[in-house]
T-cell receptor
Framework: DTEVTQTPKHLVMGMTNKKSLKCEQH?????MYWYKQKAKKPPELMFV???????INESVPSRFSPECPNSSLLNLHLHALQPEDSALYLC??????????????FGDGTRLSIL | AQSVAQPEDQVNVAEGNPLTVKCTYS??????LFWYVQYPNRGLQFLLK??????LVKGSYGFEAEFNKSQTSFHLKKPSALVSDSALYFC?????????????FGSGTKLNVKP
């Protein structure tokens, strides 16, 4: 069983909708990440939070808005998405952002489809 | 530039035979190397890592990987493949950028184990 929980597992939304993806971990990790993954491709980093502060934004369009309410939770707010945003969105966590030997632990993702 | 290459899009092997999934890397400085596995409709699962020390690293589910500095390779191996090993495998290198360790993923290799 994965230690990073993502909800919902599937989400279908129109281009004018507003929705949110949620991620939760209880491993005491202080770094959390959002990735986007297209089919049969490697994950692409979107955002990095460290100690609940946004550390990295990989030039992600503003229609994606991350939020870290506390050390265990990470949200991704979605608004006015485009069909090309359809993908698997993965959340991950690690003990910190500077430990080179620390693996990232991934959730099972939210499969997002934009109509 | 930092990069990871997985030269094979797909590897086919018969159950019970040994398997190898290839990975080569290019980084400046010490490489911190990881293998992840992804089953359909799941997130990435951490298999093993090389940080320093013995060149042969043992991981989950009977997998191991051999670090070869002269060939800049980190091939994933298993002595006897199982049908349940069929999945998508990603090699990754973790690189320190400013104050953040970023994962660079390979393109992925689909492993098919046939009964």
């Amino acid at each position: 069983d994965t230690e990073v929980t993502q909800t919902p597992k599937h989400l279908v939304m129109g281009m004018t909708n507003k929705k949110s993806l949620k991620c939760e971990q209880h491993m005491g990790h202080r770094a959390m990440y959002w990735y986007k993954q297209k089919a049969k491709k490697p994950p692409e980093l979107m955002f990095v939070y460290s100690y609940e502060k946004l550390s990295i934004n990989e030039s992600v369009p503003s229609r994606f808005s991350p939020e870290c309410p506390n050390s265990s939770l990470l949200n991704l707010h979605l608004h006015a998405l485009q069909p090309e945003d359809s993908a698997l969105y993965l959340c991950a966590s690690s003990q910190g952002i500077q430990g080179a030997g620390q693996p990232q632990h991934f959730g099972d993702g939210t499969r997002l489809s934009i109509l | 530039a930092q990069s990871v290459a997985q030269p094979e899009d797909q590897v086919n092997v018969a159950e019970g035979n040994p398997l190898t999934v290839k990975c080569t890397y290019s980084v400046s400085g010490n490489p911190y190397l990881f293998w992840y596995v992804q089953y359909p409709n799941r997130g990435l699962q951490f298999l093993l890592k090389y940080i320093t020390g013995d060149n042969l690293v043992k991981g989950s589910y009977g997998f191991e990987a051999e670090f070869n500095k002269s060939q800049t390779s980190f091939h994933l191996k298993k002595p006897s493949a199982l049908v349940s090993d069929s999945a998508l495998y990603f090699c990754a290198v973790r690189v320190l950028l400013y104050n953040f360790n970023k994962f660079y993923f390979g393109s992925g290799t689909k492993l098919n184990v046939k009964p």
